[in-house]
């Protein structure tokens, strides 16, 4: 008898069996890799308005809410000038109707899983061992945190932050030149989104991107590339980037010691110098292993050729007088790239030759990669919460009385508080602007940051820095000439409070006042 087919059945295995890998792929890449994701926010923490957030995530409100910021935009506007980042996420919260807090958490959490799911990606090239990809995954998703030399970075941000998401993008275009270099028109897309949203960091990712190029390139002779000898060049789309510093603009760049290698400390100097050896070792030990290691040495290669040529750049531009213009541009941030492939590299040696199938040292390796990052973290930056979730009551006296600003004295209300209140002890680095989303005197800790990027600020910031000097023997006298001179109307002081102001509001430590 003839077998027969139903009528409507066909294609139904192979749909069948599209469905099971689907299924596959989610179990056994898709969930370690939220998971992953999910263990490194709780590792690192998440601090919304800590450090660079102070512009970034005041650029966004501000977007949100043209009313906020009257007197002072001018400290994150002009440099938010060379990024699409908070336009981007003003739109995203229109459009999707997300509150902007959830929305910086959800964007937070994909651009880290996306540098995940791309290190899955580039470990997979590298190392023929599965276990080997999932333990380098998992020492970057542990190592977020780890601070990068000399150059105020971690490999990420513990806050939604520009650099993150590049980082994402330029890792994955590495891993798509891994898997197949003769589709270049895949790459190109990722590093112009990335460059919208960080010019620098997008500058140094296609700079790699062209040194692994060159490595992986089966050629007798490979030339440098002339992409990678230009990195700096695209990383200034604007005219203001090169405007020319005064006095006051240096003095700035005086409290940012760490812009210039030639006054880092030994040990900050090892921190940039050794990973080059270490991938200059790797390349070789790897390339005389035989073909099963030929990528891993290639891309050992490329790592130690990008950072070499970057190291180069950066002791040029930062040496001669006259090129003390360019300080602000950190060409020392390459060592970020640097960091993370180290992470990774070093994950999947453990996991090739130390884990194993052995699910003990598993354990130990996770629990020790992990533990210890999130205690250092606790330790250092924390002061109240790990993770400064949206709704969550702080325990931080400065971020409640920010939360108290925001909440109960007018939009266009101009604040002083103590030019150095980011370094205070139990501050913790979080923004006035950012979090009360109003408007302040200049501070001395990370408007500098953004005066040594643009140079015409640098008199403003000045006149305002002296004007509050001395702040902890303010009296009635010295507000009142604030008043006048600047129209500031309200401060934050610390208790006991100066007598004579109309004081709203008050913690253990801080009150907010009126200045009558």
């Known amino acids: 008898m003839e077998n027969r087919v139903p009528v409507g059945t066909i294609g139904r295995p192979g749909e069948r069996g599209i469905f099971y890998l689907r299924r596959k792929l989610l179990i056994q890449e898709t969930l370690p890799l939220l998971l992953l994701t999910l263990t490194a926010v709780l590792v690192m923490g998440y601090h ?45 919260v229109r459009w999707t109707h997300v509150p902007l807090a959830w929305a910086e958490l959800l964007w937070q959490f994909a651009a880290l899983f996306f540098i995940l799911w791309a290190c899955r990606k580039i470990a997979a090239q590298l190392f023929a061992e599965t276990r080997a990809q999932w333990a380098a995954v998992a020492m970057v998703a542990a190592m977020f945190t780890l601070p990068v030399a000399g150059t105020a970075l971690n490999i990420a941000d513990q806050h939604l932050h520009p650099r993150n998401l590049a980082t994402a993008l330029i890792l994955i275009a590495v891993a798509w030149i891994l898997e197949d270099r003769t589709r270049l028109w895949r790459v190109a897309p990722l590093l112009l989104a990335a460059f919208l949203l960080h010019p620098l960091m997008a500058a140094l990712g296609a700079s790699f991107c062209a040194f692994l190029l060159w490595a992986i390139t089966p050629r007798t002779v490979r030339p440098i590339p002339l992409a990678a000898s230009r990195p700096l060049a695209i990383a200034a789309p604007l005219g203001w980037l090169f405007a020319p510093g005064d006095s006051n603009w240096r003095q700035a760049l005086a409290s940012k010691p760490y812009y210039s290698i030639y006054q880092w400390a030994w040990y900050e100097w090892l921190g940039a110098l050794a990973p080059l050896l270490l991938f200059w070792l790797l390349w070789r030990v790897a390339g005389r292993s035989g073909k099963a290691e030929s990528q891993l040495a290639r891309f050992a ?95 931080n006296p400065w971020v409640q009385a920010f939360d108290w600003i925001q909440e109960n004295t007018p939009a266009d209300a101009y604040f002083a508080l103590d030019p150095q209140y980011l370094a205070a002890p139990g501050e913790g680095y979080r923004g006035f602007r950012a979090i009360a989303e109003r408007s302040r005197l200049s501070d001395g800790v990370k408007d500098t940051s953004v005066v040594t990027q643009v140079p015409s600020l640098a008199p403003i910031w000045r006149e305002q820095q002296l004007a509050q000097a001395g702040w902890a023997r303010f009296q009635r006298a010295d507000f009142d000439r604030l008043k006048t001179q600047f129209g500031v109307d309200w401060v934050v002081v610390s208790l006991p409070q100066a007598p004579g102001l109309d004081c709203r509001w008050h913690n253990d430590a801080l009150a907010v006042c009126r200045v009558p």
Not at 50 to 75: G, I, M, Q, R, W
């Open 48 to 92: 919304p308005g800590f450090e660079d957030d102070e512009v970034y995530l005041t650029a966004v409100k501000a977007d949100l809410n043209p009313a906020l910021y009257p007197h002072d935009s001018a400290f994150f506007r002009v440099q938010m000038q060379a990024s699409i980042f908070d336009t981007a996420m003003a739109h995203f």
């Open 301 to 395: 290669l490329a790592v130690f050729g990008y950072g070499v040529f970057q190291q180069t750049v950066a002791m040029i531009l930062l040496g001669p007088a006259s090129l003390v213009r360019l300080t602000p541009l950190q060409p020392m941030r390459f060592l970020q790239l640097v960091y993370l492939f180290m992470a990774l590299v070093a994950g999947g040696m453990l996991g090739r030759f130390v884990l194993k199938r052995h699910i003990l040292r598993w354990a130990a390796y996770l629990l020790l990669i992990n533990g210890s990052m999130f205690l250092v973290q606790w330790e250092l930056i924390d002061c109240g919460a790990h993770l400064e979730l949206p709704g969550r009551q702080s325990a």
